[in-house]
């Protein structure tokens, strides 16, 4: 298993410009997540999804959109790229059974690293 | 709500001193905790974690916690630390109600002194 898997690990941008981040996990787990990282502020949660089909906001979501089309792809999409989205974003996955997300351990992808000039 | 803070944003050990790294918690439920490590360039990985059964949990490289209710802790210890234990280090929180969102603390980085 490769577990979670993000493309592309760098990627500068200019502003203005939109780009997607890639997550896929070949586990089958239902619930999928974007966090973004921030030096001293630990992980915000940007977006997840419960299931095909089903996506929640969390915590950061304005600047980003997210897709569900199938259980192992869970693309975010960065529209009008903006400084303030200089960051490290992570994908994770949990195996979430129907409501409950389990035990709640998230599997982490290595994360994709976005400049913003 | 649930939220986690994590006590001290750098802590530095010696090698072969003891390890204590401060978690507490807010939830209106029973929590779920757990810490995750993050080495230089890397995603998170799980350490160890709390889901009600024992208090004392082992986790692995040596680590473990032990959930407080009374203190809403789950401080993070090591009896001995090595070299390769320098990394930052997470707290997190979901709980046991079928909630699905995971909330992170701020993390602590871990620096081990030779």
């Known amino acids: 298993n490769a577990g979670v898997t993000q493309t592309p690990k760098f990627r500068i941008l200019k502003i203005g410009q939109s780009m997607t981040l890639q997550c896929t996990q070949d586990?089958?787990?239902?619930?999928m997540y974007w966090y973004r990282q921030d030096p001293g502020m630990g992980l915000k949660l940007i977006y997840y999804?419960?299931?095909?089909?089903?996506?929640d906001k969390g915590e950061v979501p304005n600047g980003y959109n997210v897709s569900r089309s199938t259980t192992e792809d869970f693309p975010l999409r960065l529209e009008l790229a903006a400084p303030s989205q200089t960051s490290v974003y992570f994908c994770a996955s949990n195996p979430g059974q129907g409501a409950r997300s389990g035990t709640g351990e998230l599997f982490f992808g290595e994360g994709s690293r976005l400049t913003v000039l | 709500a649930q939220s986690v803070t994590q006590l001290g944003s750098h802590v530095s050990v010696s090698e072969g001193a003891l390890v204590l790294l401060r978690c507490n918690y807010s939830?209106?439920?029973?929590?779920?905790l757990f810490w995750y490590v993050q080495y230089p360039n890397q995603g998170l990985q799980l350490l160890l974690k709390?889901?009600?059964?024992?208090?004392l949990v082992k986790g692995i490289n040596g680590f473990e916690a032990e959930f407080k209710k009374s203190e809403t802790s789950f401080h993070l210890t090591k009896p001995s630390a090595h070299m390769s234990d320098a990394a930052e280090y997470f707290c997190?929180?979901?709980?046991?109600?079928?909630?699905?969102?995971?909330?992170f603390g701020t993390g602590t980085k871990l620096q081990v002194i030779p």
């Open positions: 999804s419960v299931g095909a089909g089903i996506t």
């Open positions: 997190a929180v979901t709980n046991s109600g079928g909630y699905q969102k995971v909330t």
């Open positions: 939830s209106s439920v029973p929590p779920y």
């Open positions: 709390y889901t009600s059964a024992a208090t």
């Open positions: 586990m089958n787990h239902n619930y």
